[in-house]
Structure formats: C-alpha cells, structure tokens
C-alpha cells in the first residue's frame, strides 16, 4: 500500500492501538490516531513525532453517535475516502461472573459491539470509496469456544471477563456476517474484514499482567490491514494464522 493509503485506528493513543498506529505510520500509510480524549490523542501522536514518526490525531468516542459522524465527517472532508479500518477501541471491567447485572455490561457492551458497529457504520460510505478497503476488528483468545471449554485453563477460569469475553464473541460473529454481507453487495465486495486476535498482550487491560509486548500485539492487526487483493475476508487470526472460533 502507498503514501496515499489512509488509515483510521480506534482506541490508539495507547496500547496495542498506539502500536499499530505506529507500524502502519511506519509502512507508509496516513494514519490517524484515534481517541476519545484529544488531549490524550494529541499527546501520543506527539511521542510518536518525537520518533520521526508522523500521524494525524483524531477525536473519536466510539460510544457516541456524535462524536463518530463527526470523525466521519472530518475523514470525509479532509481524505474523501478510508482505505483501513481498525476497530482498536475497547473496554474491559473486571467483575466475577456471578456478581455481574445486566447494567454491569452496558459499558463494555457499548464500546466493544455497538461502538464498533456505530464506527463501521458511519464509516462504509467512504470505504465504499476505496479501491481496496479493509477493516480490521480487534477480537481477543478470550472469545473462543476452543479455549473457553478447555477445563481448568486460565480462559476456562477468567470468571473476571465475563462480559468482555461476550463482547468479543460478539465481534467474531459480526466480523463474519459484515464479510458475507459486502461480498453480495457489488459496490462492497472490494472490502476485506477480518478479526484478529492480539494475544496476551501486557496493556492495563489485565493491569499488565499479560506476556506479549505491544508491538508483538499490534502485528496482526497490521498484516489484515495491509493484506493484498488475494488475502481473505470474513476471518478469524493471530500472528501465526487461522485461530479457532
């Protein structure tokens, strides 16, 4: 992909969304850093230039219509297209399985799967725009049956990401719907969607407990959003490939 890709990352002023603002920086897309807080977006784009690295900051609350069509709006005013999509942002509240209400889930529930769809949403008139579109949505190994009913393993026992688990579950389920729908739709079959898992990534997600370093994290988001003509869609990865559902 050339200089004149643009690429939007969600969630990207820190973590795994930093990094992969940064390797896509790096192979020569525009990348706009997306954040919730500009103060905050501003700052990790200014790290990020001190390295000679350089990306656009952009406002974007994934968990407001507002605040997305204008990101949207912006996008469109300044680019007229987006050629990548990465679905970064998230949300995790720890809280044991059998304490958890119906309330206790709005917020991860919010961001991670309404929050991805209001971004997609908002954003497809101007993927429809580019010659080679793909979105990547950031999933986890903690949406995966395979893991989940493993007995006695530490994704077996993880009762603290009850709700994030689901939500991520969710994100597989609609990764693939999004993919079967946009290669029926001519104007859409252009579009490549993939989730991607970053594995256990030390972020404060899990208070960095995790074993894999950001960079490592941010890979395989940075592969599906580079992926050419001949890459899949409507899958499942990590790092090493095809991950089970």
Do not use: C
């Amino acid at each position: 992909m050339s200089a004149e890709t643009i690429a939007l990352v969600t969630g990207a002023n820190k973590g795994v969304g930093l990094a992969t603002a940064r390797q896509l920086a790096e192979r020569g897309l525009t990348v706009l850093l997306g954040s919730r807080d500009a103060e905050r977006g501003a700052g990790a784009a200014g790290e990020l230039a001190e390295a000679g690295i350089v990306v656009r900051p952009v406002e974007i609350d994934v968990s407001d219509d507002a605040s997305v069509d204008r990101a949207a709006e912006f996008v469109g005013r300044e680019y007229g297209r987006l050629d990548v999509l990465v679905n970064n942002a998230g949300a995790l509240v720890r809280k044991q399985a059998t304490a958890v209400s119906a309330d206790d889930m709005r917020l991860e529930f919010e961001t991670n799967v309404f929050g991805l769809v209001r971004v997609v949403h908002a954003m497809l008139p101007l993927l429809r725009r580019s010659p080679a579109a793909r979105v990547v949505n950031v999933s986890s190994d903690s949406a995966m049956f395979a893991k989940a009913t493993e007995k006695g393993s530490m994704f077996a026992r993880s009762h603290e990401s009850f709700a994030y688990s689901a939500t991520k579950t969710a994100v597989n389920m609609l990764t693939v719907k999004y993919a079967n729908a946009f290669l029926d739709d001519p104007e859409l079959a252009h579009v490549k969607i993939n989730a991607v898992t970053p594995g256990y990534v030390a972020t404060d997600l899990n208070g960095f407990r995790g074993v894999r370093s950001t960079d490592e994290g941010a890979r395989s988001s940075v592969y599906w959003a580079t992926v050419g003509d001949d890459g899949e869609t409507g899958g499942f990865f990590d790092d090493n490939g095809p991950v089970p559902w």
